[in-house]
């Protein structure tokens, strides 16, 4: 939190929708940290619960989007010719296809509370060919809950987490 505070501070909701972007386009970057900061921030009254809110769920949406498109229109290259060095051969990709063909909505919304799921999310179902559509609504559904639970609960209770543990302090 040391290393996000600030950049948050600083340059607000904009660092925040650019960190949960490139995080959501499968960079290894502490998003969900970046957005408990700002929430703790925005219980402060530091930066406003609205604007962490909407940087939050667009740059969710967004990062997932542009990681779909990649992995659409370029990952599945990627991966027939260099999937085996990984452990991902015929079979296992088949399997994998197979459960984005069955249940791609229910990962989709899942895969925004799981780490790495979060950060390869888009790519793996643009590879998968997951339809857009389904895609995009299931994004949106996940990225809403997630956005909701992270924004609300810690500037809910920023208070009580201020007073209960040392690293909440930076909502005042």
């Known amino acids: 939190m040391a290393l996000i505070e600030p950049y948050l501070r600083h340059y607000g909701v904009a660092a925040l929708f650019l960190i949960v972007y490139l995080e959501s386009l499968g960079a290894p970057l502490p998003g969900e940290s970046a957005v408990i900061g700002a929430s703790l921030l925005a219980s402060g009254g530091q930066l406003p619960i609205e604007g962490v809110f909407l940087a939050v769920f667009i ?25 085996r060095y990984i452990g991902l051969n015929d079979q296992r990709r088949e399997w994998i296809e197979g459960l984005y063909a069955r249940r791609g909505t229910v990962v989709v919304v899942g895969a925004r509370f799981v780490v790495i799921l979060r950060q390869l999310n888009g790519i793996v179902a643009g590879m998968m060919a997951m339809g857009w559509r389904p895609f995009l609504l299931a994004n949106m559904v996940g990225a809403l809950l997630w956005t909701s639970v992270w924004t609300a609960a810690p500037f809910i209770f920023g208070d009580f987490f201020a007073e209960h543990f040392h690293d909440a302090s930076l909502h005042r």
């Open 59 to 83: 740059g969710a949406v967004l990062g997932d989007n542009t990681g779909y498109a990649i992995g659409r229109y370029g990952g599945r290259t990627v991966i027939e010719r260099y999937g």
